[in-house]
Each structure stands twice: as structure tokens, then as C-alpha cells.
């Protein structure tokens, strides 16, 4: 270089800097992104730069004037080369470049193939800079030129960077604009002092900062579902939003999971939600894929970059179907998930959901629902009527507040009432009186089922140390519980617990199961079923001839009797209805059982029922469900 010492010490930490980050990104395992492809491609423009500079100025020494040629304009190039893919990577951290379409892309190319080309003629013409046959450097009258095109991409990414400062998450715009000051102040430093060569040297200590912040695997991927962190998503969807991008949210929240992973150990559990996640990320690409909280996924896709987007979201969501009616296998064991899936279309669906709602949202699901996919995103109302519900019901849990109703059982062979169905009701002070039905589904969604079944039992408890109404001729309680219970492996020792405090006998509690293809399928209720069976419960089968009940289970079960669903005998009006209910009445009866009718209303009801057999009636015929003290009059009456 005439009339100038190069000193290439800075050059030489470049090259080690540069290296080091390459050896960094390629020993850390990420998930696949256009962002770490652009900082590989930084990393190889940083060394390669350097190295050449290197070369140049040692070919020179050493009087090699063509080689030194060729290195120094290898030099010039990957220097613009580096500030364009520089230019990208921030853009495409900060979460902009989703906006860009391919003609910004084409134009943002411009400067960087002009430098292609002007360098290519530079070689032969010389204009720009060379090494004389003496291995003099001299720079050629367009040189400016070559600034000209660094600072174009310069002064957008800067101005890019400040223009859309406000979607850029917080804590990424200090790490963003830190990196840029870096590079800034390098080139700045390179032009006052020309000697000191220190502006790869600037821009590898920015590729250092940029694998500590974002190539850092950690801080952006869950380690336990191997897909992107929450806040990497909500910056990503609040960007989304911001931009007014046409993106699809597909929540994906597993729904009924706490009783049914009861079983699993710890690693169990996160080895399944993790090979949700593994399949998600399999059907839509890696970088689509979000986790929500463990159970709750969020698939984000690119409606305008996509080419029949319709097509390609109706497939998805029909494979995410099939796959959630397939079991998972965790070890040994198989487990089911049912899934809700919300489909959210941005912009237009921004204002009428928050995202806490997405995951959310839905229709009261119970056990034997399959998975739901809600595309209809007005369906604010049932999501707004769902939050309160849950809420209503963990405030009842809180207060104990539930109230218990008990419905007479009628025997027919003592003519008399022998039993009572305890069933649970709400009066919450925001929503009013609610029945069952409601909020039952609600409680085994959001696992507060356990806690409401022995805030009902309790009461039971309480009712009969209260009461006793043995004197009335009650010999025993229909206790209602929902098969969530019975993933919960303490649920023995926490009856066991209520009835000692009030002194019931276990005997005078009859469990009521529904039975559903869930609870056989899985298998893993058996052990509990077991468990309560030793410390003496006995078991009724609630709305037989709904479920998945068959003759089979009902053997294998020791059930003591078997309730009838009332659509059975709400249908036998015709003689093949008539016949079914017989039939029906008669095989439980052959293999032992007691039969008890429900939905007995009126006494032509009454009458076909004890014709064909039946042991026990429950129905508005002789009472609808009442209050304990009502219900306590009522006995009274009948048996005074
Ligand atoms: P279920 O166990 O089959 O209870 C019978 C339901 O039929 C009750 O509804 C009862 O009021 C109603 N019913 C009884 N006789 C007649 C009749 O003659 N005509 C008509 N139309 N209906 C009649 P309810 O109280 O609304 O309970 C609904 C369901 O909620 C119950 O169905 C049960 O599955 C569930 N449930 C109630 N209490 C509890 C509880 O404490 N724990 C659990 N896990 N589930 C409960
Ligand atoms: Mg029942
Ligand atoms: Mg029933």
C-alpha cells in the first residue's frame, strides 16, 4: 500500500473471532430458520473478508501483484456483500422482513450485484483500485463508488431499524441497535485512521454478540418440547399483528390432560408432549411451531408465501385430526390426548379474541368428544360463557359453595324409597343457579373435578351425620363420579379420609361410573377401580345405553346394579322400543344384575319398567332431585 503501513493485526483476530463463531454455530443444534442461514453466510463473509485482506497485503509483500489482485478484490466484494446480509439478518431478527415481498427482495439485491459486477470489470480495468506490476496499491477515481454501495445498505438498515423500532420486541431492539453501533463505529474508526484496518475486526465482535443473543439455542427453544419458547411467539405474533400480516394462528391446546397423565411419571409426561410437538413441527415445518405453555402449541403460517393456503390449511388440520385420534405411545404405555383446535386468521380476527382466549376457547367438551376443530372465530360468546363458567366453578371449589340435591330411588319390591341420588348443583352469585350439565365437563376440563367430587361427598357425609336418614328408610347413597377421578391415585385414601371424619360406613355409598371408550381404552383406571372395590365401595353403571358400556365390562366390573338411561325407556312407545328395553332389562337381570330405570316421569312409565322386571325407579314420577331438607320431608311424609 503506498504511503500507508498495513496493519494486520486486527484482520487476524477477525479471522479467530470469525472462526470461533463458526465452530459455535455448527457444534449448536437449532431448529431451521432463514435467520440462522443469513448469519452462517455473515460468519463466511466476516472470515473470508479478513483472510483476503490478509492475503493481500502479504501477496503483496511478497511481490505476487496478480494474486494480490485477486485478493483484493475478493476483499471489496464481500465487504458490501457483508453490510447487504448484514442489512438482512437484522431485518429478519427484528420481524419485519416477514413483509417483504420477492420484488423487495429483488431491489434490496441491486447494490450488492452492482458491486458483483463492478469488481468483475474492476479486475481488468482497474478503476476502482489495483497492484501494479511493482505491487504498488493505488485506488482508482470510482473508488467512492464502492462506500457509495456499503452505505446504501447501511443507511436502510438504520433507517429500517428505527422505522419499525416500535414492533421489534424491547428486549431485542438494545441487542440490534448495539450490533449496528459496533459495525457503525468500525467503519467510522477505518476512515479517520486508514492504517488501522479495523472494521472486520468491528463486525466479528457483532457476529460474537449476535451468537451470544439469538444463535444461542437456549434462549429461544424449550428444551423439554424441542420447538420455540412462548415469548419467542408472542413476539413473533405481536409483530404479526402489527405488520397487519396475513398469518394463520393455529392453537393447539390439549384439553381433559391432567387426570388422564396422572398415570405418567414426570419424564412420561414431558416425553409425550414432546412428541406432539415432534409431530407438529413434522407436518408444518420446524420454525412454525410454538409452545404455549406444555400443553398448549401454536402453529404460525404464512398465508400470502404459501400457494393455495386454503388447500394447504385444510390438510393440515385434517392430519391434525387423525393424528390426535391416534394414540401416543410413552414407553410402554399408550395415552390419547384430545385436542381443541382454534383456527385464527390475522388481521381480520385481531380485535375479537385475545390470544389467552385462543387457547381457551371452545364448547363444553366431555370425555367422549373427539377433538374439536372451531374454525368459526365469532364464537366470542361461548368463549366469554366458558371463561365465566370456570371461573364460577373454582370459586365454588374455593367456598365449598356447591350445593347437593338427593333424588328418591323407589324399590319395587319393598315399595318403598330406599335410595337417593346425591347430585350436585351451583348457585354462583354471577351467573345464578346452574345445572350439572354445565359445569361438570367444565371442572373435568380444567382438572377441578377431583376437588368438586370430594366437596360433594363430603356433603353427603355431612347430610347423613346430620339427618340420618337410615331412620327413613334410605339403606344407601348413589354417589356420582366422573372417570377423570379416577386418575387421581390418591382418591381411595381422600374418600377413606371424609368417611372416618363423619363416621359413615363405606357400604352406604354407591359409586355411580359413566362408563365411556376413554376409560377402557386406556386401561389406566383399572388399578383405581381396584383400589376402591378392596376398601369396599360398590359400583352402579350410570346411563346404560349411551356410552360404551357393554355386557362385558359390566361383568368384569362387579357392578351391583346397572342404571338405564332414560332415552331408552323415553323411546319405548312402539313395540320395537318396548322390546329393545325388555331385552335390555332381561340380559342384565340373567347375569345378576339389579336393574334401576331413571327418567321415570309417568305411571304408564312406571308400569312398562316393573312389568318387565326392573328392581329400582328414579324420576320425576315420584320426585324430582331436593333440597337435603326437603328431601328429608319427603321421606318422612311417605314413610309417616
Ligand atoms: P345422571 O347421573 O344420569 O343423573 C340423572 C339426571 O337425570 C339428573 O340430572 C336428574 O335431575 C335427571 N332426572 C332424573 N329423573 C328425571 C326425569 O324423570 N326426567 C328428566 N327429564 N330428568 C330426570 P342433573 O341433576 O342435571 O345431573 C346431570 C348429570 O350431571 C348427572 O347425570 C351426572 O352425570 C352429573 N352429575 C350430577 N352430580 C354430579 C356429581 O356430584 N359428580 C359428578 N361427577 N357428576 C355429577
Ligand atoms: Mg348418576
Ligand atoms: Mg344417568
Known amino acids: 500500500m503506498t504511503g500507508m503501513i498495513y496493519n494486520n493485526s486486527y484482520d487476524i483476530a477477525a479471522v479467530m473471532l470469525s472462526v470461533c463463531c463458526i465452530l459455535y454455530f455448527a457444534m449448536t443444534k437449532r431448529i431451521k430458520h432463514f435467520k440462522h442461514t443469513l ?24 511481490g505476487y501483484p496478480f494474486a494480490a489482485n485477486i485478493a483484493i478484490n475478493t476483499y471489496f466484494f464481500v465487504n458490501v456483500l457483508t453490510m447487504c446480509i448484514f442489512g438482512l439478518y437484522i431485518q429478519c431478527i427484528s420481524g419485519y422482513l416477514m413483509n417483504w415481498h420477492k420484488k423487495n427482495y429483488i431491489f434490496y439485491s441491486i447494490p450488492a450485484a452492482v458491486t458483483a459486477l463492478l469488481i468483475a470489470a474492476n479486475f481488468f480495468l482497474h478503476f476502482l483500485f489495483y497492484y501494479d506490476a511493482d505491487c504498488n496499491y493505488t485506488r482508482g477515481k470510482a473508488f467512492l463508488l464502492l462506500h457509495f454501495l456499503s452505505a446504501m445498505y447501511l443507511i436502510q438498515t438504520i433507517a429500517g431499524l428505527l422505522k419499525n423500532v416500535v414492533f421489534i420486541p424491547k428486549r431485542k431492539v438494545g441487542c440490534l441497535l448495539s450490533g449496528l453501533g459496533v459495525v457503525v463505529a468500525g467503519i467510522v474508526i477505518q476512515m479517520i485512521f486508514r492504517q488501522l484496518q479495523i472494521q472486520l475486526f468491528t463486525e466479528a465482535l457483532m457476529l460474537t454478540l449476535m451468537a451470544i443473543v439469538f444463535e444461542n439455542a ?9 420447538v420455540y419458547k412462548r415469548k419467542e411467539f408472542l413476539d413473533y405474533y405481536k409483530t404479526a399483528c402489527d405488520l397487519k400480516r396475513e398469518m394463520t394462528l393455529i392453537a393447539v391446546s390439549l384439553v381433559n390432560t391432567e387426570q388422564l397423565l396422572s398415570t405418567l411419571s414426570g419424564e412420561e409426561k414431558a416425553a409425550a408432549f414432546r412428541s406432539v410437538c415432534e409431530k407438529l413441527s413434522k407436518k408444518v415445518g420446524h420454525h412454525n411451531v410454538y409452545a404455549y405453555s406444555a400443553e398448549k402449541y401454536a402453529v404460525m403460517l404464512d398465508r400470502s408465501s404459501v400457494k393455495d393456503y386454503s388447500i394447504v390449511e385444510n390438510d393440515f388440520l385434517i392430519a391434525l385430526e387423525a393424528m390426535f385420534n391416534q394414540s401416543w405411545s410413552v414407553g410402554e404405555k399408550k395415552v390419547y390426548f384430545n385436542a381443541l383446535v382454534t383456527v385464527i386468521h390475522l388481521p381480520d380476527d385481531v380485535d375479537s379474541v385475545t390470544l389467552d382466549s385462543v387457547f381457551h376457547r371452545g364448547r363444553n367438551l366431555n370425555f367422549t368428544d373427539s377433538n374439536v376443530v372451531l374454525r368459526d372465530h365469532k364464537d366470542v360468546d361461548i368463549l366469554r360463557k366458558r371463561t365465566r363458567m370456570l371461573n364460577a366453578v373454582r370459586r365454588a371449589c374455593e367456598n365449598r359453595s356447591f350445593l347437593v340435591y338427593y333424588q328418591p330411588i323407589w324399590s319395587v319390591d319393598t315399595q318403598s324409597i330406599v335410595s337417593a341420588e346425591a347430585l350436585v348443583r351451583m348457585d354462583d352469585p354471577e351467573l345464578g343457579f346452574i345445572p350439572p350439565d354445565e359445569f361438570i365437563s367444565a371442572a373435568e376440563e380444567y382438572g377441578l373435578i377431583s376437588a368438586l367430587g370430594e366437596i360433594v361427598l363430603e356433603k353427603v357425609c355431612e347430610f347423613c351425620a346430620d339427618y340420618h336418614p337410615e331412620q327413613y328408610g334410605i339403606e344407601w347413597i348413589e354417589l356420582n363420579v366422573s372417570p377423570y377421578q379416577l386418575g387421581d391415585a390418591n382418591i381411595v385414601q381422600k374418600f377413606a379420609r371424609i368417611l372416618q371424619k363423619y363416621n359413615i360406613p363405606v357400604s352406604f355409598i354407591n359409586l355411580e361410573l359413566t362408563e365411556t371408550v376413554d376409560v377402557f381404552r386406556n386401561g389406566i383406571f383399572e388399578e383405581t377401580l381396584k383400589q376402591l372395590r378392596e376398601y369396599g365401595f360398590t359400583f352402579s353403571m350410570d346411563d346404560y345405553g349411551t356410552g360404551y358400556s357393554n355386557l362385558a365390562n359390566l361383568m368384569s366390573n362387579n357392578y351391583r346394579t346397572v342404571k338405564i338411561d332414560k332415552s331408552l325407556l323415553w323411546k319405548a312407545t312402539d313395540q320395537e322400543g318396548m322390546d329393545f328395553l325388555m331385552i335390555t332389562v332381561n340380559q342384565l337381570k340373567s347375569i345378576k344384575l339389579q336393574v334401576l330405570q331413571e327418567g321415570v316421569e309417568t305411571k304408564e312409565q312406571l308400569d312398562i319398567i316393573t312389568s318387565f322386571g326392573g328392581n329400582l325407579i328414579q324420576g320425576y314420577y315420584f320426585s324430582k332431585p331436593l333440597p337435603d331438607r326437603e328431601f328429608i320431608a319427603y321421606c318422612k311424609r311417605l314413610a309417616g
Open 39 to 62: 448469519y452462517a453466510i455473515l460468519c463466511g463473509c466476516v472470515f473470508t473478508g479478513s483472510l483476503s485482506n490478509i492475503s493481500a497485503g502479504a501477496f503483496a509483500a511478497a
Open 218 to 226: 437456549s434462549l429461544e427453544v424449550d428444551p423439554d418440547l424441542n
